[in-house]
C-alpha cells in the first residue's frame, strides 16, 4: 500500500516496552536513542509492576503538571522532586566519582542564585554577626598532596535560623553569610562565620506534598556549601556537615556522605579569639579539600 513502511510488531501488554523502543530505532543521535531506548523499557516495565490504574496515571499527570506551574526564575520544583528521590545525588555521584582519592562531591543545591563576593583572606562573611562564632581553616590539594595555590574558595549557608540570605531580603544583609576565598601560595584558606542550621527544602509544592504522603520530613541537615576550583583540576561541589546536627542521618535530598561530616568543637582560648577577631568561645572546624586533576584531552 502507497505510504506505508515495513511493519514492525504489533503493540500488546507482552511486548510494549520492545515495540516502543523499536521506534527509536532510527534516532540520528545515539546518545539520544541509548537514552530513550532504556527509558521505555524501564518504563514500561515499571507500570507492568505496579499495574498502574488509570486513576493513578490522571494523577501522576496532574501531579507534574502542578510541579511545572511551581516553576519559577527562584525556584526550580523538578529540580527539588529530583533532589528528594534521590535522582540529583545519583547524577552527581556518578559523574564525580572520586576513585576514594579525591573530596566526594554532593548537590549543588538550589540557593546558590547569586555571586560570591570576593573577600580577603580571613574575613567574617557573617554580616550581621548573628549566630555561634565559627573559625572555618582547610587547604586545598591535588591527588598527591600537592599545595593548589590561588585555588579558589567559593562558599555559603544558611544563618541562625536556617534561612539563606535570598530568602529573607531586608532582614538578612545583601551576600550574608557568602565568600570567594583565594587559597595562598600553600592552598591554605580561612574564614570567620556561624556555625549554620539545619532547614527544611521548601514544601508548600507538590514535592512537599509527596513527603507529607509518604511520611517523610523536608529537612536538611546543617552545613555549609564549598564550590572549589583552580586550574589544571577537576572541580568539585560539596558540603561540609556539622557532625551531630538533626537530619545527618535523614537529609530529605540524601546529600550526606560520611567523608563529609566534621565535628565543630567549642574553643575557650581567649588569646586565640583575639587573633583570629572572634567573640569567645568560639567554634572552630578543619576541612581540607583534594582535587582530582583535569583529564588531559585526546590528541
Known amino acids: 500500500m502507497s505510504g506505508t513502511t515495513t511493519a514492525g510488531p504489533m503493540f500488546s501488554e507482552e511486548r510494549s516496552g520492545e515495540v516502543v523502543a523499536a521506534s527509536f530505532e532510527n534516532t540520528p543521535d545515539p546518545r539520544l536513542k541509548q537514552v530513550l531506548t532504556s527509558l521505555a523499557h524501564h518504563l514500561h516495565a515499571?507500570?507492568?509492576?505496579?499495574?498502574?490504574?488509570?486513576?493513578?496515571?490522571?494523577?501522576?499527570?496532574?501531579?507534574?503538571?502542578?510541579?511545572?506551574?511551581?516553576?519559577?526564575?527562584?525556584?526550580?520544583?523538578?529540580?527539588?522532586?529530583?533532589?528528594?528521590?534521590?535522582?540529583?545525588?545519583?547524577?552527581?555521584?556518578?559523574?564525580?566519582?572520586?576513585?576514594?582519592?579525591?573530596?566526594?562531591?554532593?548537590?549543588?543545591?538550589?540557593?546558590?542564585?547569586?555571586?560570591?563576593?570576593?573577600?580577603?583572606?580571613?574575613?567574617?562573611?557573617?554580616?550581621?554577626?548573628?549566630?555561634?562564632?565559627?573559625?572555618?581553616?582547610?587547604?586545598?590539594?591535588?591527588?598527591?598532596?600537592?599545595?593548589?595555590?590561588?585555588?579558589?574558595?567559593?562558599?555559603?549557608?544558611?544563618?541562625?535560623?536556617?534561612?539563606?540570605?535570598?530568602?529573607q531580603p531586608g532582614v538578612q544583609p545583601e551576600t550574608n553569610l557568602r565568600g570567594l576565598f583565594t587559597a595562598d601560595d600553600d592552598g591554605r584558606f580561612w574564614f570567620r562565620s556561624i556555625v549554620p542550621r539545619y532547614y527544611p527544602i521548601p514544601d508548600d509544592g507538590p514535592v512537599g506534598e509527596l513527603l507529607a504522603a509518604t511520611g517523610r520530613h523536608p529537612n536538611r541537615p546543617a552545613h555549609v556549601h564549598f564550590i572549589v576550583t583552580a586550574s589544571g583540576y577537576a572541580p568539585v561541589t560539596t558540603h561540609l556537615f556539622v557532625e551531630g546536627s538533626p537530619y545527618i542521618d535523614s537529609d530529605a535530598v540524601f546529600g550526606v556522605k560520611e567523608s563529609l561530616i566534621r565535628e565543630f568543637p567549642l574553643v575557650d582560648d581567649p588569646e586565640r579569639a583575639a587573633r583570629a577577631g572572634l567573640a569567645n568561645p568560639f567554634h572552630t572546624v578543619h576541612f581540607d579539600v583534594m582535587l582530582q586533576r583535569e583529564p588531559r584531552a585526546t590528541p
Not at 499527570?61 to 527539588?80: N, P, S, W, Y
Open 46 to 167: 515499571f507500570v507492568k509492576d505496579v499495574e498502574l490504574t488509570e486513576e493513578e496515571w490522571e494523577k501522576a499527570i496532574a501531579f507534574l503538571t502542578r510541579t511545572g506551574q511551581m516553576c519559577d526564575d527562584v525556584r526550580q520544583e523538578f529540580i527539588l522532586l529530583s533532589d528528594v528521590l534521590g535522582v540529583s545525588m545519583l547524577v552527581e555521584t556518578i559523574n564525580h566519582r572520586t576513585g576514594g582519592v579525591s573530596t566526594e562531591s554532593t548537590v549543588l543545591g538550589p540557593f546558590h542564585m547569586v555571586e560570591s563576593p570576593p573577600r580577603e583572606p580571613g574575613a567574617d562573611i557573617a554580616l550581621d554577626s548573628k549566630g555561634p562564632p565559627c573559625l572555618v581553616t582547610g587547604r586545598v590539594t591535588g591527588p598527591d598532596g600537592e599545595p593548589v595555590p590561588a585555588a579558589l574558595v567559593d562558599v555559603w549557608q544558611a544563618n541562625e535560623e536556617g534561612f539563606y540570605d535570598v530568602q
